[in-house]
């Protein structure tokens, strides 16, 4: 079976097949409309920054940016990235990322009941296979690297 | 100082790819410094002023990691 990544140069080449491709992508807008809608699976998202509570508890009085829209953003942009046939190192790092967001928002939708109808079986299985697309994508990723 | 917290989720390959595209540490030592953090729960992977602590904690916490600012 064809590997979904693989390393060309300074390029990833994309091999995802169309119901593989089309499951990402409408997994990465359902985990964007989740963390938009606020909801508790998402909290993983935006962690906290101190370790000390009253540190912690001054950088929330400063009101800091969660970065949670910024996520959101990048995911419903990101699922077009699985459109194009090859991705640059920086466009796979990105798509890595966003695929690890999913998974994270995900592994607390197996658990907990979903504004977006998601059932914890199904968050499951789309956890599993995007776990196996991620791991594809940093084997291409981290042949590059020492 | 910057700790990496162990967390489920994040896959051991994909802990060993962010630290050594973050910080540029060789493949031998992101991957001791992922192992410590499965096997004890928390790494330390960057020590010095609070300021570069803090942007290595939001540069961690865009690539999904559980990481925060502690105290030295």
């Known amino acids: 079976m064809k590997e979904p990544f693989s390393r060309e140069g300074d390029t990833v080449v994309i091999s995802l097949a169309e119901p593989q491709r089309d499951v990402t992508k409408q997994s990465m ?3 964007a409309q989740i963390a938009a809608a606020g909801g508790q699976e998402a909290w993983r998202l935006s962690p906290p920054m101190y370790d000390d509570p009253l540190l ?5 009085v400063k009101g800091g940016e969660s970065g949670v829209g910024d996520i959101v953003t990048r995911l419903r942009m ?15 790092d990105e798509l890595a990322t966003l ?11 197996q658990t907990s009941i979903s504004e977006a109808n998601l059932t914890p079986k199904f968050a499951e ?3 599993n ?5 991620l791991s594809s994508l940093l084997e291409a990723l981290s042949s590059g690297l020492d | 100082m910057t700790i990496l917290w162990d967390d489920p989720v994040n896959l051991i390959p994909y802990v060993i790819y962010v630290l ?22 928390k790494a330390i992977v960057a020590a010095g002023a609070r300021e570069d602590m803090e942007n290595n904690v939001a540069s961690l916490h865009r690539y999904g990691l559980w990481a925060t600012v502690g105290r030295a």
């Open chain 1, 78 to 92: 990101g699922e077009g990235m699985l459109d194009e046939p090859t991705l640059s190192l920086r466009e796979s």
């Open chain 1, 29 to 31: 807008l359902l985990v």
């Open chain 1, 129 to 133: 296979f995007l776990g196996y697309l």
């Open chain 2, 20 to 41: 050594q595209t973050l910080f540029a540490f060789s493949k031998v030592k992101a991957t001791e410094l992922t192992m410590q953090v499965h096997r004890d729960g």
């Open chain 1, 56 to 60: 912690e508890a001054e950088e929330a």
């Open chain 1, 99 to 109: 695929l690890n967001y999913c998974r994270l928002v995900l592994s607390e939708a």
């Open chain 1, 125 to 127: 299985d789309l956890y």
